[in-house]
Antibody, heavy 127, light 111 residues
Framework: QVQLQQWGAGLLKPSETLSLTCAVYGGSFSGYYWSWIRQPPGKGLEWIGEINHSGSTNYNPSLKSRVTISVDTSKNQFSLKLSSVTAADTAVYYC?????????????????????WGKGTTVTVSS | QSVLTQPPSASGTPGQRVTISCSGSSSNIGSNTVNWYQQLPGTAPKLLIYSNNQRPSGVPDRFSGSKSGTSASLAISGLQSEDEADYYCAAWDDSLNGLYVFGTGTKVTVL
């Protein structure tokens, strides 16, 4: 059974860079896309972006200028960096697996869904 | 930034049927399949329905999804106390360079 374990710094100052990592255990890594989602306190979910094993990425246009998602296939891990954080970036950050796997791009985005989630990391931005 | 609109709340007594709507547009629900996620208090979201109406293994058949045009709905029949949670619809949006969009979320209360 696939499990995602995530970690990273939980308290940042404004203008610093948020850095989180998610490790994948117990399943295929290369066949899937992997994503990051965040949820501000008391608010809804926001998709941040995705990456596959070969490093192909897709980002939310509203965050694209500050986001970098990278992958380390040797460790079955993927990471999120968000630069120049402000209080508005305070949220619980989740990593997740994107399905379906191993399909053409048109099919990937037609059916797109997250079927395995990490437990979340709370990130607070405060001076 | 949510482009999928849901009612903020819904409620019912145990055993009742509750329905949650999700309204989108031609670039998201109108073009791609809809998914639903359940988020119990203090936990990560869980996939509840994918591809409009498919249930992952382990999800009770009390939960069902449907889609018509640019709208979708989630129905919970035989409501149980453990169904009290936030529910989010979601779909890929083909606008701009594409992004995955979530609904505004609906809090379901079991009275």
């Amino acid at each position: 059974q696939v499990q995602l374990q995530q970690w990273g710094a939980g308290l940042l100052k404004p203008s610093e860079t948020l850095s989180l990592t998610c490790a994948v255990y117990g399943g295929s890594f290369s066949g899937y896309y992997w994503s990051w989602i965040r949820q501000p306190p008391g608010k809804g979910l926001e998709w941040i972006g995705e990456i596959n094993h070969s490093g192909s990425t897709n980002y939310n246009p509203s965050l694209k200028s500050r986001v970098t998602i990278s992958v380390d296939t040797s460790k079955n891990q993927f990471s999120l960096k968000l630069s120049s954080v402000t209080a508005a970036d305070t949220a619980v950050y989740y990593c997740a697996r994107v399905s379906p796997p191993l399909v053409p791009a048109a099919v990937h985005y037609y059916y797109y869904y997250m079927d395995v989630w990490g437990k979340g990391t709370t990130v607070t931005v405060s001076s | 930034q949510s482009v999928l609109t849901q009612p903020p709340s819904a409620s019912g007594t145990p055993g009742q049927r509750v329905t949650i709507s999700c309204s989108g547009s031609s670039s998201n629900i109108g073009s791609n399949t809809v998914n639903w996620y359940q988020q119990l208090p203090g936990t990560a979201p869980k996939l509840l329905i994918y591809s409009n109406n498919q249930r992952p293994s382990g999800v009770p058949d009390r939960f069902s999804g449907s889609k018509s045009g640019t709208s979708a709905s989630l129905a919970i029949s035989g409501l149980q106390s453990e169904d009290e949670a936030d529910y989010y619809c979601a779909a890929w949006d083909d606008s701009l360079n594409g992004l995955y969009v979530f609904g505004t979320g609906t809090k379901v209360t079991v009275l």
